[in-house]
Every structure is written in C-alpha cells, then in structure tokens.
C-alpha cells in the first residue's frame, strides 16, 4: 500500500513488490459467496492463484513422521486468470523481469473491481499501457470476466496475446502444507466448442466434477489450443498509436454440486454462452453490490477507518453473500481467500453471524442450516463417544466428520507433534450461541432449529458428570490452544473449564426457553419432563473454580508457573517458541488468546453474574474487572480473535486500550500483524468480531425479544457511527455519537418489537427531497425542525425504507405538508431519481408476528380441494377470537365443498393473504392451515360483530370459521 491519504472505498498497491504479493493476492481477492479468486496476476511470478468454491472438499492420505495421516482440504480448482503478452520480438510480459514505468493495483469496493494499470517499456522503448478491470460477478453466482485494454503510446504494430485456463493446479498455498499431498485433481479433459473453451476435471475422492469454459470477446478469434490438463489461446491485436484495443476474457465455473444442471461442461457451455457482453456484465454486477452496501452500510469517521471497515464488510460479502444462503456451506475460517486451515469450519461463525442476524438474516439462516444438516453426524459422534445428544467437531468440512488433524508442523523445531485441538468441544456451544441469537434477532426458531439446539443441550447435559454436590466436565479444551494437557499427564485433556461449565449453564436455561418456544416437536426431540428437570438441575450445580480472587480457567490453573514474559517478549505463538526451547506451554499461567474471557464477549454483565449466581457462586463487584486484569497480563494475543474480544471486553472500563486492541483486530490483516499469515487467508472471523464491535460493543447495542436497547460508549477516537439494521423484519436506523444516540434519527435508547411501522412509502425519499428543494431548506434544516439527526435524513432519503409514525409525522410537519402526501395520498410519483430498492431477501416470520399482520382483517385466498379439483377464491375476511371469519353464499360453491356431511370430520384448507407494497418493493404472505367450520345460527352473533362484507356482494350469509392450526409467514425485502 501506498502512504497517500486514502480514499474510503479504494484500497490501493504502488508498485511490483515479489515479497508482497501474496499479502496483495488475498485482500485483492473476489468472490460472490459461491466462489472467490485470489488477486494473482494473470501472469509472471511470484505469484499464488487460488479459485475455491464454497463446500468442494477433497480428502488425500500422506505420510508423515512414518504416519500416515488424512486431511480434507477446501480444493484450489483450475486457473481461469492466465492471460499475457509480447510486442514484437519480445518475450512473454512477466512483470517481475519487466522495466515498468506505472504499476498499480486498485481494488474497488464499492463496485467490486479489481484494476490493475501498468505502463510497460519493452526493450526498443516502445511503451505499452495495458489496463485489467476484473471481476467475479455477485450478480450470476456462474460468471467471471477480466478485460484487458492495450494501448500503443509510442508505437504500432502487432500484439500477441496469449489466454489460458490452467488445470494443473495443487493445494501449495501454505507453506507448511507442501510436505503433504495437494493433488487434488485429476481426470483432466479440454475441448472447445464454437470458439469457446472448455477444461473439465474431478476430485480425487470426493468425485467432484468441476468445469471452467471461457469466451474471449475482441475482434480477433482464435481457435483453442488443447494441452494436457490446459488449453490455451493465442490473439493477434493490430494496435495502432494511442488507439485502445480490448480482449476480455468471460468464464464460468460450475460443478456436479450444482442444482439445475445436467453436467458441469455443458452447464458451463451454456452459462458463458448467455452472459452478456464485459460492460453489461459490469453494470449488473455493480448493481447487485450498490443493493448489498445499501444493508451493510456501517458509516464511522475518517477515510482510513472507513477504509478498513469497508474492506471487512466486503470480503465477509464475498464469502458470505446471499448466494451462499443456498448452498451447503459453512464459514471457514480464512474465507474462501486461501489455504490455511485447510478451508476448514471452526467456531468463527461466533463472530460473523451476530453481524448478519441484523442484516442479512437469510444469509446466517443458511449458515445455522449448514450444521442443521451435519446433525446425524454429530449424533453419531457423541454416541460413539458415549454420551447423548450431537457433539460437533472443531474442524468440519464435506460431511461433519472431525477434520482436526493429528499431528501439527512446528516451524520453529521442524517437528511434527500430536494435536489435542478436537478436544473443544465448546464449538455445539458457539452453534447453540447463534441459534439462540439468530431468534432473538429475526424472532424465527423454526423446528429444526430448535433440534439444534436442544441435541446440543442434550450434549452438553450428559457430558456433565456428578461429583459430589456438583456437576464437572472432563478432557476437554477452552479456547486458549496452549493448554490441552495438565503438565507431565499421558492423556490430554482439562477439567472444569470455566467457559465450557458457564457457557453450558447458560444453554441449560435457553434450551428450557426453546423447549417453550417450539411446543410441537415430535416424539424423540422434544425434551421429556426428566431431561428438562436435569438440564436445569446442571444448570445449577456446574463447577466453576476461582483463585486469587479470578475465575481460574480450569481446575489445577492456579498451581501452573508464571512465565518469564520478559525472556518472550514480542512472542506471539508462545507454544511454538517453548516446544522449539525443549519447553512446555502447558506448564504454565500463559493463554494464546482469551478464553475465561470470551465469557464477557458472549454475555452481558448481567448474564454473566446472574449464570454464576444461579450456580451458586456469589459475585462481587470486582470479580469481573479482576478477571479481566489478570488474564489480560498472562495472554499472548497468538489469535487475531484474542484483540477482537479484548477490545471488547475492555469497552466500558478502559476506552484507551479497548481503542488499542480494536485497531490491532481492524489491521491484523491489511497490515500482516501475525507475520505472513494472511497471504495463507483472511481471517474471517476477526473482520466479522470488528463489525460486531462497532454494531453491538461500542453502541451498546442489546437485541432481546421485546425490542432494542442502546447505551453507547464511543471511544474518544470514534465519532459519529451511523447504521441501518434489521430487527424483527423492521428496519431501524441507527446513529451515535459522544453526546446521543438516535433510532430512526429521534433521541431514543429503546425500541420495541411491536411499534408501529408505516407503509407504503416506496416514494417517500423522492418526496422528502422535493419537498425539501421546494422550501429552499437544506437537509440539515430540516433535520432540526423535525427533531430528526441528518443522518437519518439523509438515509431516509436515500433508501426505500419504512419510519415509524412518530417520525413521519415530525418531517411532515417541517416540509409543511401532511403524512398523506408523503406516502403517495393518490398523486403521481414526484419528480426526481428514486432511491434503489434493498438487495431482494426472504424472511421467515413467527407464528406471533403472523397473527400481528393478519389480525385487522382484510382480503385472502381460500384453497380448498373442490368438486371440480383444486380451487383457489378470493374473500374478505376478519379475525374473530382468533379464528378467520368469512361470508359466503348457502348452497354455493364453498358450502358444498367445504362440508363433509359428517359430524366431526372437518376439511382441512390453506388461507393465504398477501400484502405487497409495489412502489416499496416489499412485502409479506402468510399461509394459514386448518379446519373449515359451517358457523351454526346460534353462533352467528359473534362473527356478524365482526362487520365482515362478502367478496361478490349480495345475500351471502353463511358465515365460515377456519380455526389456525399451522401459521407460517414469510416478508420479502427488495422484490
């Protein structure tokens, strides 16, 4: 990077640096959330090319250390960048041997477009600009494309030009890996087809058929050259002096985990085939990110923090995206951006999914379905373990086996040593964490996600066992990896660790609370009246262990020795520098990373003491802050996640150094703070902790099930934060500074779930601003007559979104006009661009909100098997002691069809009703399933009350009463 100023949404690379360039390849990355290429050049050397695609996993057996071990790894997929270069009489470019006058990489955040721009002085002094705008499209999950302009400056004549899809590729991105297999592919096949080509090749175990097929548009075709494993291009451009000339290559990548698709080549074949020309093609995709930063907006002070922040939200996009909502795909730890870890799924969905909840719910939805779907694997875990329930594995990949090797590379020794790392059982308390939060942020806890989370109770419950009046958990691991052993023991494993025991106390009460919340689960997953009464029985009585006035983080942490912290100063993996010292780490008082802490990363203040409580254990004031001060001096920081949570424990009693560690997690990856790791992968779940940070920490944002509470406490270097959020399928904004905080730009600290939100204002933007320009007022004005911050107004301006009445009414009265005529009253959209719609998303209501939106009655569909075979009829309908009331004719259609003739046997229908707000774009649909009742004319009293009117009209006067028995809903954002 440069030392310039930055721009807040451009992350810029001067210069052709061979030692850097693994560090550029990552954070220049692109994805779309189904798959992502690195930011190698498509040409010269070093350089790292990597296209992985979300879920595609390969498993290959190696010797190690005369063991032979296996190990999954996330597949790097064949190269669709190679693309060069020659003027005449020259060699290929490479630009590590190249004299370049200009060499600059712009990555693009806001559009999604990596450029790089080079001037290029070939040995007779001719002087080539060439110009690459790349991209992979967020806005057809199948497409890529990178175009390339060459222009001549000082000369003309022929350019060749040489295009290549590369199949022989391995899994050599980590340095420490290369003693293992990383052929991953074979079966390579190439071909072309109508000048397009194509190259085809499977996963060695897991079958996996992947297929990349390219369409090179310019004015000088060129039939494909086939190699073994490649297939290659050559072009002649005629440039003329200062007279542009573009080649842009188009590809697709599909592969058999497709749906929808015959083959991966001819799917390939067909996607690349319709995909529109570089600048339409450009133009979508800028639009699908103008709608995702539309609901990711995170706005703070100051271009270079924005910069950062805009930099986190973008690569947690693009490994993240919509698009991956339907796949089966978890967060791996280092995004879809490299190697390390192997592509694995660890616990970093703890720091990625509070972040979505309030902002893409359909995205963390998919991600909970992920492991949703591996639970028969876990079950099979934990009784292969003897215990009930599912136990999921520290790492997991394909199918949720455990991926945690058993043997780890020091590369301070050079010595391969056993890894204990599956002993963390505490990953089923992270997914039962998101479970529960993911309700409390959507109100959603659909029945599968409720077996989610009780499975991981029943778990956590049976892997308590009785001693003495309490209950302790053995052989396991926190958080901390130093300490997977107690000193000199031949099996590993540590007792009572204070985040295991109180994070299981905490999922005894919220799965009692889940248990209330999903009534109809069948036999086998709902909890029987004995497993409720142990859960809240460990609840109570689990064993936690203190010393010096802390929470000891295992029993037997306080007889550890204290390191010399002066000897390893600076030292961030201390495991490796003792272990390579004849030394080790288990021995004594020294953490890589928080770990009895993570407990005030989770829980509130209140959480935390009100858990320790209902154990037993009395809490005095100072317990925590202690807490935090001792293990705050005996941890090494060796996790990028330690300064995450750090910082946010430090928040409210030390805003200094809760600054310091929130820096440290915003740069640990723009500025390599772990030294080389991430040319290897971003790390996902820091980006994700410092949004979270900023959203959650520094607001003081509480989500709950009766509404929001703010209570900010910025740190002195953070100003203004500003943001929209999405609570309950209501979009609320946000914005704080030192002085206040606002909700939907009013000064305000709470808001509840059920505050009434106005409709139908697709248009009002547009017609703030003409009212606005009409009085000659600026937006500042008008933000102060209508008590409203300018944030705010400005948002509202901006966006098609939904105020409360409150607000609505104050801006009315201050552009001197009425709410009427803000929401459309019948007149004709007003002049002006409008705002764009959000980014089009499902979102699954409950059973309460349902009830909310149907009960002022209205217009719906009855569906019903009729006479003459399926039948769908409008009526009007009000709801009558909780039952949908609606009138119809004796002796029509409905009265004969919905009656059986016999006393007791009902007909079951669906009733549907719809609200669709066009101009919005927005909506939501509610399907209510039951028996159809004939209301007898001693009943007719109540739904006559009602004032219910017939659809047709006229003498209609049999009244139907459909009483609910399943209510599903559904809102839609963006459609």
């Known amino acids: 990077m440069n030392d310039r100023v930055p721009d807040a949404w451009v992350l810029v690379y001067e210069g052709f640096e061979p030692s850097g360039e693994g560090l550029r390849e990552a954070l220049c990355t692109l994805g779309n959330g189904r798959f992502a290429t690195r930011g190698a050049t498509p040409d010269g050397e070093p350089r790292t090319p990597g296209t992985y695609l979300a879920g595609c996993y390969d498993r290959l057996d190696s010797v190690v250390a005369g063991h032979t071990v296996t190990n999954e790894d996330l597949v790097n997929l064949p190269d669709w960048l190679p693309l060069t270069f020659a003027t005449p009489g020259s060699g290929w470019f490479r630009p590590e041997r190249a004299d370049l006058p200009l060499y600059r990489h712009e990555l693009d955040l806001r559009r999604g ?34 175009q390339t302009t060459f222009t001549a400056e000082n000369w003309s004549g022929p350019l060749r030009v040489r295009a290549t899809l590369e199949g022989r590729v391995r899994n050599e991105g980590v340095a420490r890996y290369r003693d293992l297999r990383g052929d991953h592919l074979t079966g390579h096949a190439t071909g072309s087809e109508d000048d397009l080509a194509w190259l085809t090749a499977r996963t060695r175990s897991s079958h996996v058929v992947v297929a990349l097929a390219a369409r090179m548009d310019g004015d000088v075709p060129a039939r494909p050259s086939l190699g073994a494993g490649h297939i290659t291009s050559d072009h002649v451009l005629d440039l003329a002096e200062g007279v542009p000339a573009d080649l842009t290559k188009v590809v697709a990548l599909t592969s058999s985990r497709d749906p929808a698709s015959h083959d991966p080549r001819t799917s390939a074949l067909r996607h690349v085939r319709r995909a529109p020309p570089f600048a339409e093609l450009l133009a979508r995709h800028e639009a699908a990110w103008e709608l995702l930063w539309r609901r990711a907006r995170l706005d703070v002070d100051g271009p270079e923090l924005s910069l950062v922040v805009h930099l986190h939200i973008f690569h947690l996009l693009q490994t993240l995206s919509p698009h991956t909502a339907g796949l089966d795909a978890g967060v791996p730890a280092r995004g879809l951006h490299g190697e390390a870890y192997r592509g694995h799924v660890f616990w970093d969905e703890l720091f990625v999914q509070p972040w979505l909840d309030l902002r893409f ?44 090797q058993t043997l780890h590379l020091n590369p301070a020794s050079g010595r391969w040593l056993p890894d204990h790392s599956r002993l963390q059982r505490h990953v089923g308390l992270a997914v039962a964490y998101n479970v529960w939060h993911h309700y409390l942020a959507t109100g959603s806890m659909p029945p599968w996600c409720a077996e989610l989370l009780l499975d991981i109770a029943r778990f956590f419950a049976s892997l308590a066992v009785p001693a003495g009046d309490r209950y302790e958990i053995r052989g396991v691991m926190g958080p901390d990896e130093y300490h997977d052993a107690y000193p000199g023991a031949s099996v590993p494993g540590l007792d009572n660790n204070a985040y295991t025991n109180v994070m299981t106390a905490w999922l005894m009460a919220r799965a009692r609370d889940t248990a209330a919340l999903a009534p109809d689960l069948p036999p086998g997953l709902a909890p ?104 705050l001096r005996r941890t090494s920081h060796g996790s990028t996640l330690s300064a995450v949570v750090h910082a946010w424990v430090l928040a409210r009693s030390n805003r200094a150094q809760s600054w310091r560690f929130f820096t440290e997690a915003l740069y640990s990856d723009i500025k390599d703070v772990q030294g080389g790791t991430t040319a290897e992968g971003i790390h996902l779940g820091a980006m994700g902790g410092t949004l979270d940070l900023l959203q959650r920490c520094y607001l003081g944002l509480e989500v709950g099930p009766d509404g929001l509470r703010l209570d ?66 600026t937006r500042e004005q008008v933000a102060e007559r209508a008590d409203m911050s300018p944030g705010y107004l400005k948002y509202l301006e901006e966006n098609a979104d939904t105020p409360d009445t409150g607000a609505l009414y104050r801006l009315a009265d201050a552009l001197g006009t009425t709410v009427e005529d803000l929401l459309g009253g019948g007149h004709d959209r007003p002049p002006g661009r409008g705002p764009a719609m959000a980014h089009p998303s499902l979102e699954m209501l409950d059973e309460q909100e349902c009830r909310r939106l149907i009960a002022p009655g209205g217009i719906g569909r009855v569906a019903f098997n009729g006479s003459h075979g399926p039948t769908v009829l409008p009526v009007n309908y009000k709801m009558h002691e909780g039952a949908i009331v609606f009138r119809t004719a004796v002796g029509g259609a409905m009265d004969k069809d919905l009656s059986t003739g016999l006393a007791g046997v009902d007909i079951l229908i669906a009733f549907e009703i719809d609200n669709i707000d066009e101009a919005n774009r927005e909506g939501w649909s509610v399907l209510v399933q039951g028996p159809a009742h004939h209301v007898p004319p001693e009943e007719t009293n109540g739904p006559q009350g009602t004032g219910v009117t017939p659809w047709a009209g006229g003498e209609r006067e049999l009244y139907i009463r459909i009483v609910p028995q399943h209510i599903t809903g559904r809102r839609i954002h963006g459609i």
């Open 528 to 631: 029987s009246a004995a497993e409720l009464e142990r859960w809240d029985d460990v609840g109570r009585r689990l064993r936690v262990d203190f010393h010096d006035g802390v929470i000891s983080q295992f029993t037997g942490y306080a007889d550890l020795l204290e390191l010399d912290w002066d000897r390893y100063a600076g030292v961030r993996r201390l495991d490796r520098a003792l272990e390579a010292d004849g030394d080790d780490v288990n021995r004594y008082k020294a953490s890589k990373q928080a770990d009895t802490l993570m407990l005030c990363y989770l829980l509130t203040g209140e959480e935390l003491t009100g858990t320790l409580e209902r154990l037993g254990y009395p809490v005095d004031p100072d317990l925590i802050s202690r807490t935090v001060s001792y293990y």
């Open 712 to 777: 900010p406490l910025l740190p002195e270097e953070l100003g203004l934060v500003s943001m929209p959020i999405r609570y309950r399928g209501r979009q609320v904004f946000i914005d704080a500074d030192h002085d206040e905080a606002r909700l939907n730009g009013a000064a305000r600290r709470t808001f509840g779930r059920g505050e009434v939100i106005m409709t139908g204002t697709g248009d009002l933007g547009r017609r703030v601003i003409h009212h606005r320009e009409r009085l000659g007022l």
């Open 113 to 146: 477009v990596l450029v790089r721009d080079l001037r290029w002085r070939d040995g007779e002094g001719r002087i080539t600009r060439v110009r690459q705008r790349r991209l992979v499209s967020m806005a057809d999950p199948y497409l890529a494309a990178m």
């Open 361 to 404: 719910p359909q995205i963390s939805r998919g991600l909970l379905r992920y492991r949703w779907r591996r639970l028969p694997e876990a079950r099979d875990a934990a009784r292969e373990a003897g215990l009930d329930g599912a136990m999921f594995p520290w790492q997991s990949g394909s199918d949720g086996r455990e991926e945690s």
